[in-house]
């Protein structure tokens, strides 16, 4: 057997050599996934229909597949179907990136497990229904124009006899035909490309924004209107399968076509297909900076892209993250806030933390929830998963496809985000750099929350929002491209109202969302011969400790004591500490908040007059159940003290000579070595003589 696969570029070539090989997408072995699969099946997606699931939580979309051969299991019907997350019933749509998207007509291997949604009442009669068994990773699509096949990571080169040899020797047996199929048109192909020259401008664009290429052949080889393909951000542009839709097609003649670039194109050749001959590819790569994501929707005909954007979803002036009680007194909490901060500070989203909440289910409820999976929720190889749900509304107007001038049929808001990540990665949660085998969270939830800023996936491998990262790899903030591409979403969202729903807010305070403690109270209370300190906190966010601080002046301070925080809490907490030896005169006192990842603020500071006015020596506790007798000093001035311990008989156990510093001084005498009984400790000091009697029970 001689299995040949392609490896897709750098960034996934790296994913595949050992603890520096783990991907966005942590990618499942051939092997793996024949492990992990009940049923595999080759087959055809001849229909598909979505729909609501019982509850209405999310949308799914059924992919009727005919099958042709049954290399797993005894799945030997001519039709089952595969649920996949996502898409459009009416003026509702649903995106979850990253997920399986088929399209009618794709050929090729389905890995099948068994079906875990509620879809009692949209179930077609006769029909088994199955969920891929790794998500995205759950199909080898077939390439008819070069006989290839692929899947995100890998391009095989041969169906036959290579592709189908590799799962019939880890399954020890031979496929079963269920259905007559073609298989020469698929396979063993020359590649069904020509060169030809054909110019096109601009040589850099944008995707999912409406934007138009233009292509020029003044010779008149571009043929008769076919379709316009490009590469695929998807899976780093290995392949040139992103088909433009017919309506983005705006004009097609021999000599020119103008087409808008599709939402998941990205950096790479792409190719024009006239119809009835072979494609011809561009003799030089087209560059996309940035894609957003579209609804596609035929809800007002014909099948079309839109752009979507945010809007006041909260009445507050946009979106509330609320988090999962476990998650968000959890290690991924301060990672995802540093995320949502940082997005804030690049484009201003007006995006707000929310109280926790029991919410654990990704679901069309008006929370938008961040939480960990439960389970093998995430399929296989997913480290997070964003879900924007979309609503939508007609409008009776029309846009030009060349010049974009006009208003579209259809207008999309997303009305709410869901995000889950996978708790069985193995996460490095920082703020320090990420080493060894672990992911990075704060990059995989910034990347999440860049789908739910409503950008798509690019081709280059340092981005932000490339469909991939490495293991020991941090990309935790946008690069100048992903910047612009999410302002330009931010700008429409706060300037042009769709759907008669209100604008998003624009006066969003992004040093707000970490404050890291809602303080309601700090005091600092004389007591005898002590200072008791105690704070009260409301709230508090990703907060790691407090340093409460003394000073004497009220201007240099130095640290008294550190006391932990709570991390993330929305109950009152109070902290207190007792000051037992404070300084002489006034006591200035504070705290230093920190959190996480080292910021810092200070309370208002608090003073108290511990004047000295006489000479006082406490001796506590007395009597004794323990082994150490306290002894605390009070003394106007500076006094060179000496301590003796005596016992019954008169003999001197232990003594001790101490300078003791203006004010209050503490000493600590251990008595454990000693029997129970009457002791006496004597202090002798300026001429002076003064004796305790103790009792050690």
Request: hydrophobic share 35%; with cysteine; aromatic share 10%.
């Amino acid at each position: 057997m001689r299995i040949k696969i392609l490896l897709i570029l750098f960034s996934s070539l790296f994913c595949r050599v050992g603890l520096s090989a783990q991907c966005m997408l942590d990618e499942i072995s051939l092997n793996a996934r024949i492990d992990q699969s009940i049923h595999i099946v080759e087959g055809k997606i001849i229909a598909q229909r979505a729909f609501w699931e019982d509850n209405k939580s999310n949308i799914f979309t059924a992919n009727k597949i005919e099958i042709y051969k049954s290399f797993k299991g005894a799945l030997l019907m001519d039709y089952v179907e595969l649920l996949t997350r996502g898409g459009f019933v009416g003026t509702a749509g649903q995106t979850d990136n990253p997920s399986l998207q088929l399209k009618e007509g794709e050929t090729g291997i389905f890995f099948l497990i068994e079906n875990q949604e509620n879809i009692t009442l949209s179930r077609v009669p006769d029909l088994e229904v199955y969920q891929p068994a790794t998500g995205p990773q759950g199909f080898i699509k077939y390439n008819k124009k070069n006989g290839t096949a692929n899947d995100p990571f890998s391009i095989y080169e041969q169906i036959v006899p290579d592709l189908y040899e590799v799962i019939e020797k880890a399954l020890k047996k031979k496929y079963v035909e269920v259905n007559n199929f073609n298989l020469n048109q698929w396979v063993n192909r020359p590649n069904q490309t020509k060169k030809m020259s054909f110019t096109f401008t601009p040589a850099t664009v944008t995707a999912g924004t409406d934007a138009v290429l233009t292509i020029s052949d003044p010779g008149g080889g571009l043929g008769s209107m076919g379709v316009v393909r490009f590469s695929n951000a998807d899976n780093g542009g290995a392949t040139i399968d992103v088909e433009a839709l017919v309506a983005e097609h705006c004009t097609w003649s021999t000599t020119e076509i103008k087409v808008q670039v599709p939402s998941k194109a990205s950096t790479g050749n792409f190719e024009v297909v006239p119809s009835g001959e072979s494609a011809i590819v561009s003799t030089t790569a087209l560059t996309v900076t940035y894609a957003q994501l579209n609804a596609i929707s035929s809800f007002v005909p014909p099948l079309n892209s839109y752009q979507t954007q945010h809007y006041n979803n909260d009445g507050s002036g946009g979106y509330t993250w609320q988090r999962f009680t476990d998650f968000a007194n959890g290690p991924g909490a301060p990672p995802f806030l540093r995320a949502v901060e940082t997005w804030c500070n690049t484009t201003n989203i007006y995006w707000t933390i929310g109280s926790n909440t029991t919410v654990d289910v990704v679901a069309k409820d008006g929370t938008n929830i961040v939480r960990f999976d439960n389970g093998s929720e995430l399929p296989g190889g997913v480290l997070g998963r964003n879900t924007s749900y979309w609503s939508g509304c007609t409008t009776g107007s029309t846009k030009d496809c060349e010049t974009g001038v006009g208003t579209p049929a259809l207008q999309w808001y997303v009305s709410e985000l869901d995000i889950a990540f996978d708790d069985g990665a193995s996460w490095n949660y920082g703020p320090g750099a990420t080493t060894g085998s672990d992911f990075d969270f704060e990059s995989v939830a910034f990347h999440e929350l860049g789908h739910g800023h409503q950008l798509g996936h690019v081709n280059d491998s340092g981005a932000a929002m490339h469909f991939s990262i490495s293991n020991a790899s941090d990309k935790r903030s946008p690069n100048a491209n992903e910047t612009a591409g999410a302002a330009d979403v931010y700008n429409r969202s706060t300037t042009s109202a769709v759907c008669a729903v209100g604008l998003m807010a624009t006066n969003i305070n992004c040093s707000a969302l970490l404050l890291p403690v809602e303080l309601v109270n700090f005091t600092a209370q004389k007591q005898s011969r002590s200072v008791s300190i105690n704070w009260t906190t409301a709230s508090e966010i990703n907060n790691d400790y407090f340093l409460l601080q003394r000073s004497v002046n009220g201007a240099l301070f130095q640290d008294l004591t550190r006391i932990t925080g709570a991390g993330f809490s929305n109950e009152i907490l109070e902290y207190s500490f007792i000051d037992d030896q404070p300084l002489a005169g006034v006591n200035y006192y504070r705290l230093k908040q920190v959190d996480y990842d080292g910021k810092f603020e200070y309370s208002d500071v608090r003073a108290v007059n511990f004047e000295v006015a006489g000479e006082e020596i406490v001796v506590y506790p007395n009597p004794l159940e323990g082994t150490d007798f306290n002894i605390v000093f009070s003394f106007p001035t500076d006094t060179d003290m000496k301590i003796e311990l005596i016992d019954s008989r008169g003999s001197i156990l232990f003594h001790e000579e101490e300078l003791l510093w203006k004010g209050i001084s503490k000493v600590w005498v251990s008595t454990e070595e000693y029997l129970p009984g009457v002791y006496w400790l004597r202090f002798t000091f300026r001429g002076k003589v003064r004796i305790e009697r103790i009792v050690k029970i």
